[in-house]
């Protein structure tokens, strides 16, 4: 097998045990990060959040890894549960509590960073302004978020790769990422096979990029394995592959969806056993190794925590094969294929990724993100979508769904 490339990266030892000598504060966070206090579920024993190394960045760090949270309290039970990984940092909204990281032994976390452009000008500075809104010297991951639409960008448009490069020279960060969730299977194969890339964040869940336990058929039902071949080719290259859209748009999704919650109450009776299953499913994929999750309250966050901790039990398993299969007729799986039969017609699949956003409470900011479209990628009243629906290899209705996403955010 072929050896991973390094991209002449510095390895982080700095998360493994045995690092150099630390402050007491970060000796408690480090102690913490190598899971020796155990995250307390209720009143139930104490279990320890699944470790994993994120392949050759070195990185040592629980299966959940933070992002944006609803409240300071809850960065700091996060951190006092052994999370030692943090999504973009410096994009955070409020709550954003930086000066809890700049206080924090550097050696003792890591976070990365998302770039919205391939610029390479334009991606330097976006990543110093959040480098310093975070109020950091270094961020180890330098992630190019979901800027590729093709293969074809992947091996030619180079601007955001010069740009790490560079940063990594003057020793603002460390590790090249991706996250996609546009025309996915696409680019993350490019990606992978182009081995530039440390980390990849991709959408794991069990629609994504076909339906999962659905009873439907679809033309290209090969696309699953494809997909989940990808995941174990990047694994076996030391590529860390970490998840992302894990709970099928959340709570109002589900809701979205007319008698979900009572088909699947035997197996899956509330939010929490949901969201618990699917997790454990996500992390049950070959080569997937985390999952992270912006998350708004407590609750939330006490249930990854937990979720952390555990597998895929049988009984979720059939409980996720019903909810998969109902959820199956709404879900774009962002495979691509409406854009590549109608590229000049609307961003079907941009534009259903933002009613979930909606969905989960995002609301502003799905609105934000469907105005900035370009107007010939929104959709407008009277636009026939029939040959975009024909183009669907899951059979989504996606005149109904477009309208009705056109109808929210508009
Ligand atoms: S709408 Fe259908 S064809 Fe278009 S990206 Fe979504 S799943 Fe694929």
């Not at 890894?65 to 955070?92: C, F, P, T």
């Not at 094969?321 to 017609?345: D, H, N, Q, V, Y």
Request: proline share 5%; hydrophobic share 40%.
């Amino acid at each position: 097998m072929a050896q991973p490339k390094s991209n002449n990266l510095p390895r982080a030892k700095h998360l493994a045990a045995g690092s150099h000598a630390l402050t007491r504060r970060s000796f408690l966070l480090a102690t913490l990060a190598a899971g020796a206090l155990p995250f307390r579920g209720g009143s139930e024993e104490p279990s320890r959040m699944r470790q994993v190394t994120l392949g050759r960045t070195g990185i040592r760090t629980p299966v959940f890894l933070g992002d944006w949270m609803g409240s300071e309290e809850m960065y700091r039970i996060a951190l006092e549960a052994g999370v030692n990984y943090w999504h973009k940092i410096g994009q955070w909204r409020s709550p954003a509590p930086y000066e809890i990281f700049q206080k924090m032994d550097r050696d003792s976390f890591a976070c990365d960073t998302t770039i919205d452009t391939l610029d390479k000008d334009e991606a330097i500075a976006e990543f110093e302004r959040n480098r310093k809104r975070a109020g950091l010297e270094m961020i180890d991951g330098f992630k190019i978020h979901s800027e590729y639409r093709s293969a074809e960008d992947v091996k030619t448009k180079m601007g955001a790769v010069r740009a790490f490069e560079e940063l990594k020279r003057q020793g603002r960060t460390r590790y090249l990422m991706m996250s996609q969730h546009i025309n996915t299977a696409e680019v993350f194969e490019a990606a992978v096979e182009s081995d530039l890339f440390d980390l990849i964040q991709i959408p794991v869940n069990p629609t994504v990029p076909q339906d999962y336990f659905s009873t439907q058929t679809f033309p290209n039902r090969h696309t699953r394995e494809r997909y989940f071949g990808i995941i174990s080719k990047a694994a076996a290259k030391g590529i860390a592959i970490v998840a992302m859209k894990t709970f099928l748009g959340g709570t109002k999704t589900w809701d979205h969806v007319e008698g979900l919650r009572d088909e699947v109450r035997d197996y899956l009776p509330d939010d929490g056993s949901i969201a618990t299953a699917l997790i454990h499913w996500v992390l049950d994929i070959p080569g997937v190794l985390a999952f992270g999750n912006i998350l708004f309250n407590r609750d939330q966050l006490e249930q990854n925590l937990k979720a952390a901790t555990g597998r895929l039990t049988k009984s979720e398993d059939r409980g996720l094969r019903i909810l998969a299969a109902r959820l199956g007729c709404e879900m774009c799986r962002m495979c691509g294929s409406c854009t590549r039969a109608f590229p000049e017609g609307p961003a079907v699949s941009e534009i259903l990724r933002f009613k979930t956003y909606y969905l989960s409470g995002e609301v502003a900011s799905a609105r934000d993100h469907y105005r900035r479209l370009p107007p010939s990628a929104r959709y407008l009243e009277g636009t026939d979508l029939s040959p975009l629906e024909r183009a669907c290899p899951y059979g989504l209705p996606l005149a109904r769904l477009v309208r009705e996403t056109h109808m929210l955010l508009a």
